[in-house]
Structures are given as structure tokens and as C-alpha cells.
Nanobody, 121 residues
Framework: QLQASGGGLVQAGGSLRLSCLAS????????MGWFRQAPGKEREFVAG????????AYADSVKGRFTISRDNANNTVYLQMNSLKPEDTAVYYC????????????????WGQGTLVTVSS
């Protein structure tokens, strides 16, 4: 129900934009989140955007560098990643839940397959 894309290999300081196409209906009722999981680490919250589009949240590690947005007309959520660092290397997952947006991954019941982002130094 969620299909993430846009990952790839980029040099430190570069940019990538991830996309997540959702088949959730109605998409406008779902809060969406981006999470990431690096090798040997737990999956962590990166950014979230509420169903009402107004509320967003970011992990401290990405504030000022990443921007989450959504296009409800096209059932898509984006993650614009700028000034990438090697420590941003991970598999990035999009997730959805009806209602309130949370940073807690256990609150999300719909997950995409993940897209790999590799940042070289």
C-alpha cells in the first residue's frame, strides 16, 4: 500500500528526494512518517507530517536539512534531504496511520518496502 522510491548513492553534502506513493484511502486522513534503519541499529523516526498538512515533526539529527511534505491530490509524501552526511546512510521507510501523527514507530500500522540511501564521504 506504500511504495517508496528515490534512494541512491550520493556524496556527502549532496541532496536526494524520496517519494512515497500511497494507495491508502482516503489518503488525506492518514498521517505519514519517514523512518530509517542503519545496519545494526533500530529503526528510528526521521520526519512526520500530519493528516492536516499543518503539523510536521523532525528528528533533531535532521532538523534544518530535511523537509517532509505531501501532495494529497496525488497520494504522495516526500522527503527532501539536503546536506547529506555519511551518518544518514540507511534504508528509509515510509509509514502511515489514520489520525494523529506520532514519532513512535509502533503507532504506525502501514509500512512501505524501504529505499536505500547511501552517502559517501
Amino acid at each position: 500500500q506504500l511504495q517508496a522510491s528515490g534512494g541512491g548513492l550520493v556524496q556527502a553534502g549532496g541532496s536526494l528526494r524520496l517519494s512515497c506513493l500511497a494507495s491508502l484511502r482516503p489518503f488525506s486522513r492518514y498521517s505519514m512518517g519517514w523512518f530509517r534503519q542503519a545496519p545494526g541499529k533500530e529503526r528510528e523516526f526521521v520526519a512526520g507530517i500530519a493528516w492536516n498538512v499543518v503539523n510536521t515533526a523532525y528528528a533533531d539529527s535532521v532538523k534544518g536539512r530535511f523537509t517532509i511534505s505531501r501532495d494529497n491530490a496525488n497520494n504522495t509524501v516526500y522527503l527532501q534531504m539536503n546536506s547529506l552526511k555519511p551518518e544518514d546512510t540507511a534504508v528509509y521507510y515510509c509509514a502511515g496511520r489514520q489520525g494523529t501523527m506520532y514519532s513512535d514507530r509502533t503507532r504506525y500500522h502501514v509500512w512501505g518496502q524501504g529505499t536505500l540511501v547511501t552517502v559517501s564521504s
